[in-house]
């Protein structure tokens, strides 16, 4: 099931092995998009539905396949928290869970909680009949999404509602498994969190998590966004998704308190809890020998957040001058960030700005967006009433580095440099490096405030002023500090300062043997494509997460033919267990390793805006919500209250749009380059064929797009492949938009964000750059 | 690009056969499975990367389809279209290029010895040095794959990698395709291979399914695998392609006719030269009366006359030889005069544009003296007796007599032919394939009545009728000549 993504496009080496599953094992591939998309072209089954009613959709599949029984009965009792019984004060009514405090707009989740005995063990009922239970709960919320109301939610018709549902969910047996690929269409939406925690429960009740060919695969974006959010180049994470300090938590016995989950049930391995070992090593990685248990390990020089630093409200910070000035590494904001205005003008706010990129990009030369009103909106509207100080530091691009690059299935695939960098471009350790050691020769010599966190800093590499890929990546997996040697494992992490590791779950990939990621083996012992021999992947070369419950209670695999992992009387084999190899299937260890029950969250306290998903309308939508028209949209989610904070309403503005990227362009970088111009040059819309003819825009002729927050005018290509939806009785319209152009480059062309808006989830603050309301016009 | 003659089975314009001894060399064929192609065009950036070829600039007309057609330099690329099949919306994709034909046209129809070549494993790919730029291939090709580049002069289009092929490596396009839609090999295996992939097609739904190697051209080495095999057009792909009738006629039946037609002419005349001779005008009395003095000479074609004539004239003949040349492989040599085949093909439509022009400035100072009268007609009917110099039964005539008229009017009728067929000709990519191939196919033909005629009036002029040479170089002829042959003309002059 492709959902959210147009992975044919964007993901075209990758979505190969979707075709080779249809190939060699007759699969079907579903696609649900609001378009007809290259992907969709070559599809079983395409469902057409309106951008940001997902959960309506999921919902509506977590519903057939409960009324028609088609669950896997025997995976959900064993290995999920469907029998796990719910506080009793849990409630859902006319569109919001229990806890909700109306003033705060936020959720008290105390009542997301389940019943514990007096040792703390969560109750259950493995009959799944007690009404308390997850299970029941589950299925009394998604029997409201019948066909009938999901038709009028989504625009689908209820003959394709069940076609879809036949298909999907027929994987809910040992002999069946299903995948599901999303991506950003799922992501960027108020709700995106819950779509994916839909798919979750989806593919929990069907069984189809921790066998092959299953499981819920996000398709990241670029090349290494997957190593990005690894190793902690996220706002809200350290590196090994490790949570970042707040700043209530001032020493490390706080922070491990707060961040270390203890265990609710007796099969729970609740590797979470191991949470000291991980940051212990990673602290004695970064401040070496001056971290001694006596100091926490310099805990005190982790920078702790007192407020939310995503991306939304750091450029808000700055667009209300609190931000000074922004290092800008190898992105683009003046581009990526939703409702442009605003983020144009936040750039105009800095007092100094460093952009270090290969190319001089629409950020690099922020001043030059073409020319608004931004008079009337408040902002300086020449460029010489801007006072940021620009440098631009040309860098190397990725084809000019070696290093690794980690995919979607978490193999970290090393890669070797092509070429050295053009005229002046520098390496991006290199320019690291020079920066770090100036800004620490400037604190040694005149002090500071705080200085230690920088001058303590361990930097250690044999030319201090480049270090190589190799030296950083040995660093990462981490060493025993006693012995001096690389360390096999994030199992022999310790607590006490006597280990080091950049990143737990890359430990193991740089080990004594040598750098793991190098290898190209085309070995495949369990026939099942793993490869283990083929690069190395985290944790611990794993490649499926949770194999475990490929199996049943006694270790034998569901289906002989979709093994992933299996006990053979002695030891478990196949792929790498998540426990030790000899632990045998009677001792009845949880599968999921990382929850603190061992079982998998169906219903589950951690995000902040529902402990099972709700369909919520898009913040700019044609309807309101027809569950519960007086909560439409997700009740969670902050809104910024500047005047460049508009939010649109449909009578002005009656149609749909979305946004996404086309095969030919990767996001922005690409217009620089003369073939990938020539097979996509100009920005253009697609309009609905019907649409088109009643506004009498002709094809490759010009169609302005106009939402509350900006315009833009493009080639209007006039299609087929986008159908009207019957919405509520009423029909809808849907545009899309590709994002890949800008003012600068070999072609130029208006930024999509000028349309978007700038509200998110409030769990990932992903901005809901999917779904919002336009108007059109002939320019 | 390969350099290696033996393996070369077929060739264009070979007035022998081509070198092939040796048959056993396996086929190969490219197969494009269209129902695992996502458009992405990376085969279009591959095919570019490996040939060096340069970016074109090109601008979104309503699609994700950004050329209209291939170019000089770009080989392949993808259409997009979007038809409604079955009550569904299908989004149809499908990769552009040379289909490498088993009976290319545009080998049948190039006139330059080995410009285009059929290689033993199937390949058919142009040799752009030996390319004259006529684009005869262009108008032959029912796929319109040969692209003309007006710089260079010369065409081009897809090699099928056979510098990669050489080297045992896969087409640059089949290895750049991220889900393996493209697929190379030896033509039984991808044969074998393409039949599997069809019945799976037909288990998953698509009934008529096909494989799109179409008879007309001898099957093709780059096959597609039609999801939709009932709705080939719906693809861009032409229904029942061939090689035209037109072509194989022009280049068989037609040379073969002309040949005889232009050889029977120049018979012809030999003939009439050892039998009736050249006529002899009976000397003037006035001469044989007085021993002295100079029989009178009388003005018979001025200055600006003579030079357009010759202007004419010149031009024909260097138009009939660079024309000739073209025309069949055995006069291929002749091209060599103007300067060689690119040269003389390029010359040949300019010097037919002076050809034009000087003739049309003869046309405008001679058509009144060409009004046919009824003594023309007589003379028509009496032209036997003329050229065998039977005076008795000659007819006066005024200042050109009714064979000369009724050639006159021929070459101008002629003319008007050769120019329109020659611009189809020259400019097949404005007016079309169609009319490229019939353009050649009407030239060629009034081509042969044209130098057959051309022929006939060198032999008069020069040989059978002494004294007409010397009208059109010193302007003057003798009284006693104008008297015997256009006595009409000699009395209005008196």
Known sequence: MIMGANPAENHPVGFRWALKAREKKNAKIIVIDPRLTRTAAVADIFVPLRSGTDIAFLGWLINYTLANNLYFKEYVINYTNAPFLVKSNYGFKDGLFSGYLEAEHRYDTESWGFQLDAAGNVLKDNTLENPHSVFQIVKRHYSRYTAETVSKITGVSEEKLIEAAKVICSTGNPNMVGTVMYAVGWTQHTVGSQNIRAAAMLQLLLGNIGRPGGGINALRGHANVQGQTDHGLVATTLPGYLKIPVKTQTNIKTYLKENTPSKIDKHAVNYWSNTSKFLVSLLKAWWGNSATKENDFNYEYLPKIDSNTTWMFAFNAMFNGKINGLIDFGMNPACVGPNSDKMLASLGRLKWLVVIDPFAHETACFWKRPGNDYDSKGIAANSADIDTEVFMLPSSDWIEEDGSFTNSGRWVQWKYKSYDPAHNAKSDTWIISNIFLKIRKLYEKSGGIFPEPITKLSWDYEDIYSPTKEEIAKEINGKDLKTGKQLPSFIVLKDDGSTASGNWIYSGSFTEAGNMMKRKKLTDNTKMGMFHEWSWSWPVNRRILYNRASADLKGNPWNEKLRALWWNGKEWVGDVPDYPPTAPPSKEIGPFIMTNSGYANIFSSALVDGPIAEHYEPIESPTVNILHPNVSINPAVKFFKDKLDIIGKSSKYPYVCTTYRVAEHEHYLTRWVPYLVEIMPDFFVELPYELAKEKNIENGGKVKVYSARGEVTGVAVVTKRIEPLIVNGKKVWQIGIPLHWGYEGLVKGPLANLLTLNVGDPNAFTPEYKTFLVNISKP | MI???????????????????????????????????????????????????????????????????????????????????????????????????????????????????????????????????????????????????????????????????????????????????????????????????????????????????????????????????????????????????????????????????????????????????????????????????????????????????????????LLIVSGLSLYSPKLFWLSNILGGPQSSRFLHPWIGVVFLISFGLLFIRWFKDMVIKPYDIDFIKNIYSYLIHDEKNIVKSDKFNGGQKLVFWCFSAGLALLFISGLFIWFPGFFGSFAGRFGLFIHELTAIFFISAIIAHIYLSLIAIPGSLAGMITGKVKSSWARFHHGLWLNGNK
């Open chain 2, 3 to 317: 350099n290696n003659s033996i393996a070369i089975k077929n060739a264009s314009a070979v007035s022998s056969n081509a070198p092939l001894i040796r048959t056993e060399t396996p086929e190969f064929v490219k197969l494009i499975d269209l129902s695992r192609c996502t458009g992405c065009k990376a085969c279009e950036v591959a095919c570019k990367e490996w040939n060096n070829l340069p970016p074109d600039k090109t601008e979104n007309f309503g699609s994700m389809q950004l050329h209209r057609s291939l170019t000089p330099t770009t080989w392949t690329m993808v259409y997009f279209n979007e038809a409604v099949i079955g009550g569904n919306v299908q989004y149809l994709m499908r990769k552009n290029g040379c289909m490498h034909c088993d009976n290319p046209a545009c080998l049948t129809a190039c006139p330059s010895p080995y410009a285009i070549v059929q290689y033993e494993n199937g390949i058919v790919d142009f040799n752009q040095d030996k390319c004259t730029g006529c684009q005869f291939c262009v108008s032959a090709c029912p796929f319109n794959i040969p692209q003309f580049d007006g710089v260079s002069n010369r065409v081009y289009k897809c090699t099928l990698c056979i510098d990669r092929i050489d080297a045992g490596l896969p087409p640059s396009c089949a290895k750049a395709c991220p889900t393996s839609a493209i697929t190379f090999g030896e033509k039984h295996k991808i044969l074998d291979n393409a039949k599997t992939e069809i019945k799976k097609l037909v288990k998953r739904g698509f009934k008529n399914a096909k494989l799109y190697s179409p008879r007309g051209v001898g099957g093709t080495h780059v096959m597609t695998i039609l999801p939709y095999g009932n709705n080939v057009e719906d693809y861009k792909l032409p229904k029942n392609p061939e090689v035209s009738p037109l072509t194989t006629f022009t280049k068989g039946p037609l040379a073969v006719f002309g040949g005889l037609f232009m050889g029977l002419t120049t018979a012809g005349s030999f003939i009439h030269l050892i039998t009736a001779g050249p006529s002899k005008v009976p000397e003037a009395p006035e001469v044989s009366a007085a021993k002295e003095g100079r029989e009178e000479e009388i003005d018979r074609h001025n200055l600006a006359t003579r030079i357009i004539h010759w202007t004419v004239a010149i031009s024909a003949i």
